[in-house]
Nanobody, 129 residues
């Protein structure tokens, strides 16, 4: 059974930093990608970043590029999202998700949340002064 558990959310002032963690279990990493998504109240879910288990390649949305960094520790079955220079627009519930990405196609995507079958419960990030 696939499980993903996020942690690390909290309240921070603008300009601050947080590191989110996603501990995953129940599947091998072959041809998987882990994605981070977020959803703010009254807004659609937005893809933030993803990382391929096959190649380690990463993708970032334009809204977080240069501020967020995704990384993985396969020994700990954990994917991290380091978030720096946070602003109020980053306030949302952040979810990690796992999806299979087979050879011949994209190694991960942030534009199609439907490609990710398994999701965590989310962790709240609030950026406020």
């Amino acid at each position: 059974q696939v499980q993903l558990v996020e942690s690390g959310g909290g309240a921070v002032q603008p300009g601050g930093s947080l590191r989110l963690s996603c501990v995953h279990s129940g599947f091998t990493l072959d041809y998987y990608a882990i994605g981070w998504f977020r959803q703010a109240p009254g807004k659609e879910r937005e893809g933030v970043s993803c990382i391929s288990s096959t190649s380690g390649s990463t993708i970032y949305s334009d809204s977080v590029k240069g501020r967020f960094t995704i990384s993985t520790d396969n020994l700990k079955n954990t994917v991290y999202l380091q978030m720096n220079s946070l602003n109020v627009e980053d306030t949302a519930v952040y979810y990690c998700a796992a999806g299979r990405f087979w050879p011949g196609g994209p190694e991960c995507l942030v534009s199609e949340s439907s490609r990710y079958r398994d999701w965590g419960q989310g962790t709240q990030v609030t950026v406020s002064s």
